[in-house]
């Protein structure tokens, strides 16, 4: 099991039951390696499983990182990424992209994934994304005095209204993000 860009490692518990490894670009507690993911410094075929949550959009060159994934992948091995497509700018001045659903897809297909075999998901519909824009915008930014008194209304009054309307989004055009899972043949 590798977590690629694994920052602080939070998904580390819940792997206690196999050999889970960790890697990222910058040192920490809980990385095992430290190297560009379109670098990683294992034999191919080393992996059964690959999580990869919110650093997609922070490569310069996603294609090769996912071409990495995959041939690290063992084979039937499963991919599971998750990357954004409507979000502010954070990590500034390393975030490079958001994606849609067909970048995504064709990002898989030019690293050799069957189509056949990718489950892409949309992580909520308008609603939820209007929700979670309001709640993460600048209204809550520690330079604006008046984010106490907005608090009860980002974090709970207009998520508590947006949420439950998200069903009625049977799209999902407009998205905070994907869930990908992704089999390699």
Not at 3 to 12: H, M, R, S, V
Not at 55 to 71: A, G, M, R, S
Request: glycine share 6%; with cysteine; aromatic share 14%.
């Amino acid at each position: 099991m590798l977590d690629a860009g694994a920052g602080p490692g939070p998904y580390k518990p819940l792997f206690n039951h196999c050999h889970y490894e960790a890697t990222d670009y910058h040192p920490d507690t809980n990385i095992d390696f430290v190297c560009s993911l379109d670098r990683i410094p294992k034999a191919n075929k080393s992996y059964s499983h690959i999580i990869c949550t919110e650093t997609l959009e922070h490569v310069e060159y996603p294609q090769d990182v996912i071409n990495e994934f995959y041939n690290l992948l063992k084979p039937h091995g499963k991919l599971f990424l998750t990357c954004p497509q409507g979000w502010a700018i954070h990590q500034a001045p390393n975030n490079y992209y958001n994606f849609t659903k067909f970048g995504i897809y064709s990002l898989l297909r030019n690293a050799g994934f069957n189509q056949l075999k990718v489950k892409i998901t949309p992580k909520g519909g308008w609603f939820w994304m209007m929700s979670n824009q309001i709640r993460d915008s600048g209204l809550w930014s520690n330079h604006n005095p008046l984010k106490w008194i907005l608090y009860p209304f980002t974090h709970v009054l207009i998520p508590l209204l947006l949420f439950p309307l998200d069903s009625l989004d049977r799209k999902k055009e407009w998205t905070n993000g994907y869930l990908v899972e992704a089999e390699r043949d």
